[in-house]
């Protein structure tokens, strides 16, 4: 069994920063793929990046590459999502989730934790 739990979310202006963090426990290493996904009021989830658990690959969806950047520390088995240039758009609750397809798909990851709310305001 796997436990992710999300922490760092918050309120930042247009154009500000935040870092979140994913902390694994379990048998983590039963499962390939790590990542962050998100899901706005309203809308579907959606896969933001994912990483391989050798950290050699990684995967961005066409609206956050160049601003957001996953990494991990895995000492610390600990993932993070460091998120630059935030918009009003990417307000959402930011799940971390591990699974065994390299893929931004939300349904083939699964094992999720219970997600921490980013607010973006103008």
């Known amino acids: 069994q796997v436990q992710l739990v999300e922490s760092g979310g918050g309120s930042v202006q247009v154009g500000g920063s935040l870092r979140l963090s994913c902390a694994a426990s379990?048998?983590?290493?039963?499962?390939?793929?790590i990542g962050w996904f998100r899901q706005a009021p309203g809308k579907e989830r959606e896969g933001v990046a994912v990483?391989?658990?050798?950290?050699?690959?990684?995967l961005y969806a066409a609206s956050v590459k160049g601003r957001f950047a996953i990494s991990k520390d895995s000492a610390k088995n600990t993932l993070y999502l460091k998120m630059n240039s935030l918009k009003l758009e990417d307000t959402a609750m930011y799940f971390c989730?591990?699974?065994?397809?390299?893929?931004?798909?939300?349904?083939?990851?699964?094992?999720w934790g219970q997600g921490t709310q980013v607010t973006v305001s103008s």
């Open positions: 990483n391989s658990a050798g950290g050699s690959s990684t």
């Open positions: 989730a591990a699974g065994n397809v390299f893929t931004l798909r939300p349904g083939d990851f699964p094992a």
């Open positions: 379990g048998y983590i290493y039963s499962l390939s793929y």
